[in-house]
């Protein structure tokens, strides 16, 4: 199936390849998206439920997607399409959609993060009341622009191609991520009061597990968490088949699954340990036990600006710009990769120049995102529909088709495997991995039409 393939791309080294998947799972869904979910589904149960769900389906998932992607040596349309068994293109062109809807509103919040780079930069950021700010630049024109901009300069690296583009800008981009956010992590631990973060955020409350602020049987936590789990990993869509057809060795999956999810949630934590002693120290809002802020798309740009406020003068803009520069680092990279999905599938499917198909993507995603950029409510509900709908459904169809459509699935993960665990692997994603997230995806829906019957309903009736 890959034997016309022999011009394909491929990453110059290993490094190379975990480092651009390390970069396309941390990105704003560690720092962004994972507080905001957190709070929205009430606290630790949530944390809990996530962690679980990430271990036990995560990662066989992300072993299901790179044994697809490096066995057909294709991007996910084709990959899909080449089993010979049964017609599963639908589903790949369901994953370049997903890779669409989500890239559309994940570049406006990135160009958030870019608006405010520069206004830090220019003392402005600082000077405002982080709502007053945050109402100004986060829906209308300024946010079309920065929009654009993101998606402009993301589109300047997929055209480079793999080896040139991808691979070359991750092998920097991820170590100056990484060196930053430890510098922030210890400037907040020599904050006066940082301790009181540490404590919400570090001592596992046991206590309140079975307390009824802890309720693991809420449909929208489950969903959520699973959600979550789904994005933060950058699986369900095809992104980790695309950057798995371009190994060409016979690498050991699992280990390299381990150090990318490993990697993905040691970040994840290292910028909790700037966000909460930051939120106690400055007294953003109070931290305790069970009781949960209220929390929305916009509850990170306006909670963390308040401290840089709080400093002030130089260093307050000066750190403003490191952190918000972070998280530009971080949604660049999964960005890159949300594009080259969608880039992949046009050149594979209609012979496209990588030139022409990167044109042709970035500005549908651009006009598509138009209206996340004028609008945080759509952001909203664009983000809710790709996670808890669309990245399930994607998860689920990985499972079935690495578990019973592909032929030569245990026999793919064995090349290079160490450790012997893909009889294991084959039984988790026949049996109860499908169980499981078809159950969620169901109670998903079930939760999702619920709540547009519940707004369409006239108020207490
Ligand atoms: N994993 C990325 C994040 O956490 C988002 C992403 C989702 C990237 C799906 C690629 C595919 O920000």
Redesign the pocket.
């Known amino acids: 199936m890959s034997a016309d393939n022999d011009s394909r791309e491929q990453w110059g080294t290993r490094l190379g390849f975990i480092l651009a998947a390390i970069g396309?799972?941390?990105?704003?869904?560690?720092i962004w998206?994972f507080p905001y979910m957190t709070a929205e589904s009430g606290g630790a149960s949530f944390v809990i439920v996530y962690l679980f769900l990430l271990f036990l389906i995560g990662i066989p998932v992300m072993i299901a997607e790179f044994v697809i992607g490096r066995n057909a040596k294709l991007s996910p349309v084709k990959a899909l399409s080449s089993s010979g068994v049964a017609d599963w293109k639908p589903i790949g062109i369901l994953f370049v959609f997903t890779?669409f809807l989500?890239l559309s509103y994940?570049s406006v919040v990135a160009g958030w993060t870019l608006q405010y780079m520069v206004d830090s930069a220019g003392g402005v950021v600082t000077n405002y009341s982080p709502d007053v700010y945050f109402a100004a630049i986060s829906q209308g024109q300024r946010s079309v622009f920065f929009h654009l901009f993101f998606m402009l300069i993301t589109a300047g690296i997929v055209l480079s191609g793999v080896k040139r583009g991808i691979e070359k800008s991750v092998k920097f981009l991820i170590p100056t991520l990484v060196f930053l956010l430890m510098g922030l992590a210890v400037w907040a631990y020599f904050r006066p009061g940082a301790a009181a973060g540490y404590e919400f955020y570090l001592s596992p409350r046991t206590d309140l597990l079975f307390s009824e602020n802890y309720n693991f049987l809420d449909i929208n936590l489950l969903a959520n968490a699973a959600g979550q789990t789904f994005?933060?990993?950058?699986l369900g869509?095809g992104?980790m088949i695309t950057y798995s057809s371009y190994l060409s060795s016979n690498d050991d999956l699992v280990e390299e699954t381990l150090i990318i999810s490993l990697s993905n949630v040691s970040i994840a934590f290292l910028a909790g340990l700037i966000v909460f002693p930051i939120i106690s120290a400055y007294n953003i809002f109070p931290l305790e036990a069970g009781q949960l802020p209220e929390s929305t798309v916009s509850t990170l740009f306006q909670a963390i600006p308040q401290a840089f406020k709080s400093i002030g003068g130089f260093w307050g803009s000066f750190f403003s710009f490191v952190f918000f520069g972070c998280l530009f680092l971080?949604?660049l990279t999964?960005a890159i990769?949300?594009l080259e999905v969608v880039t992949s599938s046009l050149i594979d499917e209609f012979n496209l120049s990588r030139k022409l198909s990167v044109t042709i993507s970035s500005v549908s995603i651009f006009l598509l995102g138009v209206p996340a950029a004028l609008n945080t409510g759509w952001l909203g509900m664009a983000d809710k529909i790709a996670n808890n709908i669309l990245?399930l459904s994607g998860g689920f169809f990985i499972t079935i088709y690495a578990g019973w459509v592909m032929k030569e699935a245990a026999v793919e993960l064995k090349k290079g495997l160490s450790i012997p665990v893909a009889q294991l692997w084959l039984g988790l994603i026949r049996y109860f991995i499908p169980i499981i997230m078809l159950s969620v995806l169901l109670l998903s829906f079930w939760e999702f039409s619920y709540e547009m019957l519940q707004e369409a309903l006239p108020a207490n009736a």
């Open positions: 396309s799972a941390v990105g704003l869904g560690n998206r890779g989500i994940y994005f933060t990993l950058s869509m992104a971080a949604a999964s990769s949300l990245l």
